[in-house]
C-alpha cells in the first residue's frame, strides 16, 4: 500500500522561508511523478509544482515562478518544497501527490495517491 506522509508546514511571516517534505512508502519514489498542489478555504484546489522522473524536469505555476523550488530525493523517498520570499496568499494546505504521467500542468485527476496535507499560514 503506497502511503505519503507530508510535513513542513506552519506559520511565518512575509518573506519567510518554508521547506515541505513529502516520504513516500510502498512504493519506489522513482516511479512516481511528484507533485505539490494546494488548497485555501473557499477555493479550489490548483497545482503549484511538478517534477518528472528525471532530474530537470519541473513546471511550476506562475505565481510561485523564482520563489519555490520542487527537488526529489529517489534515495531517501522524499521530495521537497522549497518555499522562499512567502506571501499571505500562499496561505493554503499543501499536499503532495504521487503519479504516473507528466503533465505541465499537472492535473489533479492524473495523481492516485496523495498525503494528507499540511498547513502552511503567511502573515503580513
Known amino acids: 500500500q503506497v502511503q505519503l506522509v507530508d510535513s513542513g508546514g506552519g506559520l511565518v511571516q512575509s518573506g519567510g522561508s518554508l521547506r515541505l517534505s513529502c516520504v513516500i512508502s510502498?512504493?519506489?519514489?522513482?516511479?512516481?511523478?511528484m507533485a505539490w498542489f494546494r488548497q485555501a478555504p473557499g477555493k479550489e484546489r490548483e497545482f503549484v509544482a511538478v517534477?518528472?522522473?528525471?532530474?530537470?524536469?519541473?513546471y511550476y505555476r506562475d505565481a510561485v515562478k523564482g520563489r519555490f523550488t520542487i527537488s526529489r530525493d529517489n534515495a531517501k523517498n522524499t521530495v521537497y518544497l522549497q518555499m522562499n520570499s512567502l506571501k499571505p496568499e500562499d496561505t493554503a494546505r499543501y499536499f503532495c501527490?504521487?503519479?504516473?504521467?507528466?503533465?505541465?500542468?499537472?492535473?489533479?485527476?492524473?495523481?492516485?495517491?496523495w498525503g494528507q496535507g499540511t498547513q502552511v499560514t503567511v502573515s503580513s
Open positions: 501527490a504521487a503519479g504516473g504521467l507528466f503533465s505541465a500542468p499537472p492535473r489533479a485527476r492524473d495523481y492516485e495517491h
Open positions: 510502498g512504493r519506489s519514489l522513482g516511479d512516481y511523478v
Open positions: 517534477h518528472g522522473r528525471g532530474r530537470d524536469t519541473t
